[in-house]
């Protein structure tokens, strides 16, 4: 019965009609309950929707339509948030770019190289800028690296582990352990990194790296979900030492960055399985970046051709060349040319790219054109700085550098807040400046609770890619202010709101016409050092009425009535000189002098006084108010003292301890006074509500909260601060707020609609579809990233993009045969195919406007920066198999075809396969020591499996459908699809593989020429030579097969079969994790074929 149950409840609904359905499910996207059981579809979408509905504070309404059209594979999110969404590893803000399939980044500091690591650990497709602009910030390399690994993988007992990496240095020795952790592994890839360019060391660099405590293959990876697989990680540091030791005495040219990025993702790649994808980014004057893989395959004596070891992991990204001119036609057609023959050097043409991502200022085809000349006269910046004067130096050069590509080539955008060095954080143990705990963890008040946060540093003139940024003073009426950047977030509102509005340091005194004020907060602190409350008051007494004798001990000196003050040490009998009050002196008080003298005179070291609980702090308030202290008339106290940083620290204290304050100056320095001239300000701080405050002669009984003036921290004024500043910030994960200073202020996914999953007389099932894939997009944008880089540009540039796949099975089902008679015949501008481009874009420019309109609504109904561009279309491989659509807005490879799907050899999936009739063979990628093919599944040298599955589209049985040959719809025909999608839906780039034969070399150059040159929206594409052209990839992703040998196919897979029950085949077989589970970062079909090996 339980076995039943258990099959019962693992039944996925899955279309007839998608056969790789459960096979790409259990694979990819199914995780393990805490039972130890697959996740079923249902259970994966209540995982995800959960995550979503909480992140994005969606309503019932907004749910509802997610969950209708994911569970019913209408739209999805994206396949990162389909594997990582709802789990509790996503919720912390160090994972959450593991819930994107994509980012870019450019590379000039050596941060970057271990930031796209991390990302790629964390399955995100990683695009990388290798422009002169960027790698020529890398400083030179200057020291020899000689590499020992030591230590089996695994070794070291699980609770010995070190979870992060260690590095010691002595001399010119440096040891590495390698901490058991995706921190660990990019931390020890990175010092490898550093050590190379590290001015501390006279000779040769011995590296000695301990891989004793990585955990060993198989061990499950508890937050990411899948199991580890360390096999690669022991070659990494050789490898990257290697390329280092070459470039010793100069900088790495981009080639160099290239490789040492790929041997990154070469150790990340799981038990042979592409688990990282990749986009690199080459101006189109480098020669080397344009020939990077020429040659890549050697042939030896025997002939048989393999792969350049050397250069290998170069195999690992799609390399463009990128133009900020408009490319010539002779450019146009040898890179044409070189992508048919090796499948790279696509052009990008930059222009296009960084219009459609300013679409925001150039809202007109006329406006873009304008700017497109000026941008290939090199003029862009002062084009935009004139028209747009508000922009400063950083915006305007985040705008233009606006071309970057993720790994598939659909978004575009830059490097995918904040406040001065010196800003006061109060934290659970203290105080300290924001500068000082870089890289710690801390607790900060987030409003509610103490929330653990890890401030870094956002803006520097020395961190590489961290630019120094303008800070604006903004000051309040209780005494202090807050440095912050322009776009850092405040929550105010005037007297008449009823709610607290988020607003942006530059907008804050034009929000409201009346006086606005921050939002309140009260710390509940607790906890701290224990510390005797007498010993605290008399510290207290000391740093108001306190000195050092002529031994330099601390002693205090009580005048008059302050003398029956309680405190502790020995008290001298009562003191009459003629030209003094009575006095008594107080010694031996359980401190030193030199502790008093710095509490007088350095405010930092009133920080300590923070670490304690909070009786003895306000046990120390106590003492200074009873003798720097006074009542006022509206039963309040003041308290007294000089300058204004050891003020500001007082009442950064109180607030601590859940008092409020106001900091006034009383006195200027220079003042005259009966003793003399003041030499320092005097300001006060007033306390109103001091009843918790336990003074001695101070009376604090009549303390109220306060009524007026005090009652709210008041906005007055914002000024901008001379130069520019060293910035940093922190993220708190919960509600995004953290008190800074005394006050509380704040600190690109991609979704997809299955269209061939809809009706496409069916509209309103097509708004909800969209609306969905708009929503599951918008809610991410509630991230807020660790990484600096990528924070900074999602407030500048906020990306999302919604996608979709199966458009060409839609417009069938919606257009008829015609239709594809049409492509056939080349989509010609004949009456019929006008008719049709105008039904299309119906269809496309609708879609556009619903996502457009839903990402809006919701941003500006949660204060969130409106995303200027939001559709897109990616290449959608893996996800496009749970509803078998043709992906993207690709037409399918054939009709029917066979579909091979990647497994790592042994996976239960692979083996539930076989028993379901499907055939296995050796993957693409494994190859015996001379670089040959293997071809038995079972050899003991195959580590990944291809299962054959073979696949019928949707409309393959219309009548006539079978009379057309869709192999043969011409590259010009594809192209003029990818321009309308382009034109009319995409706002970022369409992912796009262009398949085309020998002869459409020149007339796609030509076309691809002329479209850069009329400004129609060509950025750039990916090229591949038809399968029946050349012929040199062996195991095909995809196989186009005629219908007689499809159902010969299906046949042999059913006598082959030994249950119809494909869960109950993998229930017998799956016994754990495999490396393989979730989805990469990237399933374009280019990426899925293998690299193109010499035929002769």
Request: aromatic share 10%; charged share 25%.
């Amino acid at each position: 019965m339980v076995r039943e149950l258990e099959k019962k409840r693992q039944s996925a609904k899955f279309p007839e009609t998608a056969p790789a359905a459960n096979p790409v499910f259990f694979r990819t996207y199914s995780r393990r309950t805490k039972a130890g059981l697959r996740e079923t579809w249902d259970e994966v979408c209540d995982r995800t929707l959960l995550g979503l509905v909480e992140l994005g504070k969606l309503t019932q309404e907004e749910a509802a339509t997610l969950d209708k059209m994911q569970r019913n594979l209408k739209a999805m999110p994206s396949g990162r948030w389909l594997w990582v969404g709802g789990t509790d590893w996503i919720t912390k803000p160090k994972n959450f770019s593991g819930a994107y399939n994509c980012t870019s980044t450019n590379l000039e500091d050596w941060s970057a190289f271990g930031l796209m690591m991390d990302l790629a650990m964390m399955g995100c497709g990683t695009g990388a800028v290798l422009e002169p602009q960027f790698i020529n910030q890398l400083p030179p390399i200057r020291n020899q690296l000689n590499i020992t690994v030591k230590g089996e993988i695994g070794s070291t007992p699980v609770q010995q582990r070190r979870e992060y990496t260690q590095t010691h240095i002595e001399g010119n020795n440096v040891t590495i352990h390698v901490g058991d952790s995706r921190e660990g592994w990019v931390e020890s890839y990175q010092t490898l990194l550093e050590l190379s360019t590290d001015e501390q060391f006279s000779a040769e660099v011995k590296v000695l790296v301990d891989i004793s405590d990585v955990r060993k293959a198989g061990e499950t990876l508890n937050g990411f979900g899948g199991v580890a697989n360390p096999v690669k990680l022991p070659v990494l540091y050789q490898g990257c030492a290697s390329i280092l030791n070459k470039a010793r005495g100069r900088q790495l040219n981009s080639v160099e960055c290239c490789l040492l990025i790929d041997q990154a993702a070469v150790t990340i790649v799981a038990g042979n399985i592409r688990r990282s994808a990749g986009m690199r980014q080459f101006i189109a004057d480098d020669q080397q970046g344009a020939t990077a893989k020429d040659n890549l395959w050697q042939q030896d004596e025997s002939g048989n051709w393999r792969i350049d070891p050397e250069r290998d992991a170069l195999r690992m990204a799609n390399h463009t060349r990128v133009f900020h001119r408009k490319p010539t036609l002779e450019e146009c057609l040898n890179a044409v040319r070189k992508q048919y023959y090796s499948g790279e050097g696509a052009i990008q043409w930059a222009g296009e790219a960084v219009a459609r991502s300013n679409i925001d200022l150039l809202p007109t085809q006329a406006l873009k054109v304008e700017f497109l000349q000026a941008y290939e006269q090199g003029t862009a910046k002062e084009w935009l700085k004139e028209r747009h004067s508000n922009l400063d130096a950083n915006e305007l050069e985040h705008r233009l550098q606006r071309y970057a590509l993720n790994p598939c080539g659909e978004i575009i955008g830059a490097n995918f807040h904040c406040v001065s060095g010196d800003t006061l954080l109060i934290t659970r143990d203290g105080i300290h400046k924001i500068k000082d705990v870089i890289g710690s963890e801390i607790e900060i008040w987030n409003g509610q609770k103490w929330s653990q946060v890890t401030p870094f540093k956002t803006g520097s003139d020395t961190s590489g890619g961290l630019r120094q940024r303008k800070l604006y003073r903004v000051k309040f009426a209780d005494g202090t202010y807050l440095d912050a950047t322009e776009y850092h977030r405040f929550f105010v509102k005037d007297r008449f709101d009823k709610e607290y509005k988020e607003v942006q340091t530059k907008d804050l005194m034009d929000v409201s016409r009346y006086a606005i004020h921050t939002e309140p907060f009260t710390i509940q602190h607790e906890d701290g050092l224990n510390i005797d409350p007498n010993y605290a008051y008399t510290l207290g007494i000391a740093v108001g009425d306190g000195t050092t004798d002529q031994n330099g001990n601390a002693k205090v000196r009580l005048y008059k009535q302050k003398a029956t003050l309680s405190v502790i040490g020995s008290k001298s009998p009562e003191r009459n000189y003629d030209y003094l009050p009575t006095f008594t002196d107080v010694t031996d008080l359980g401190f030193s002098g030199e502790f008093l003298k710095s509490l007088k005179t350095n405010p930092e070291s009133l920080n300590v006084i923070a670490s304690w609980n909070r009786q003895a702090i306000l046990h120390f308030i106590a003492g200074l108010a009873d003798t720097d202290g006074t009542n006022t008339h509206s039963n309040g106290i003041r308290i007294y003292i000089s300058d204004y940083e050891r003020a500001y620290r007082v009442q950064l204290l109180l607030t601590k301890c859940g008092i409020r304050s106001s900091l006034n100056l009383c006195a200027h320095k220079g003042s005259v006074t009966n003793y003399g001239v003041r030499s320092q300000d005097l300001y006060y701080l007033q306390i109103t509500d001091c009843r918790q405050i336990p003074c001695q002669r101070l009376d604090v009984s009549k303390g109220c909260d306060a009524k007026h003036k005090g009652k709210w921290q008041i906005v007055r004024g914002v000024e901008e601060l001379p130069g520019l500043h060293d910035t940093y910030c922190f993220n708190e994960p919960e509600y995004h707020k953290g008190v800074f200073g005394n006050t509380l202020t704040g600190n690109c996914n991609l979704s997809e609609v299955h269209l061939n999953q809809i009706d496409p007389r069916n509209y309103k099932e097509q708004e909800e579809a969209f609306t969905a894939g708009a929503l599951s997009v918008a809610a991410l944008l509630n991230h807020k990233f660790l990484e600096p880089r990528y924070q900074y540009s999602r407030e500048l540039d906020p990306i999302v993009g919604v996608s979709f796949t199966g458009l060409f099975d839609f417009f069938v089902h919606a257009f008829g045969v015609d239709w594809l008679r049409w492509w056939e015949a080349g989509r010609p501008a004949t009456p019929q195919g006008l008719a049709f481009k105008r039904e299309e874009e119906k269809y496309l420019s609708s879609w556009k406007d619903i996502v457009h309109r839903v990402v809006w609504d919701y941003c500006d109904r949660h204060n969130l920066k409106r995303p200027n561009r939001c559709t897109t279309v990616q290449p959608s491989g893996t996800k496009a198999l749970l509803t078998n659509a043709s992906s993207g807005w690709h037409p399918p490879k054939a009709q029917r075809f066979i579909r091979r799907i990647t497994f790592g050899k042994n996976d239960p999936v692979a083996l539930a396969c076989i028993d379901y009739g499907y055939n296995v063979i050796p993957s693409q990628s494994d190859k015996d020591e001379q670089g040959n093919l293997l071809n038995d599944p079972f050899d003991p040298r195959v580590s990944e499996w291809l299962v054959e599955i073979p696949v019928s589209v949707s409309w393959a049985d219309l009548p006539g459908a079978d009379e057309i040959d869709v192999s043969k719809f011409s590259v010009l025909a594809q192209f003029d699809f990818v321009l309308q999608v382009q034109r009319w839906y995409v706002t970022h780039n369409t992912s796009a593989t262009l398949e085309l034969r020998s002869d459409e070399i020149e007339p796609l150059a030509q076309k691809i020429y002329e479209t850069i040159q009329s400004d129609r929206g060509y950025i750039s594409a990916a090229l591949l030579a038809r399968f029946d052209d050349l012929q040199s990839f062996p195991r095909l992703p995809f196989e186009p097969i005629d219908k007689l040998t499809y159902e010969r196919l299906n046949q042999e897979v059913k006598l082959r079969r030994k249950t119809d029950d494909f869960c109950a085949v993998l229930s017998r077989y799956d016994l754990g994790e495999m490396s393989e589970a979730g989805p990469s970062g990237c399933d374009s079909d280019k990426c899925m074929f293998p690299d193109r090996e010499p035929s002769s």
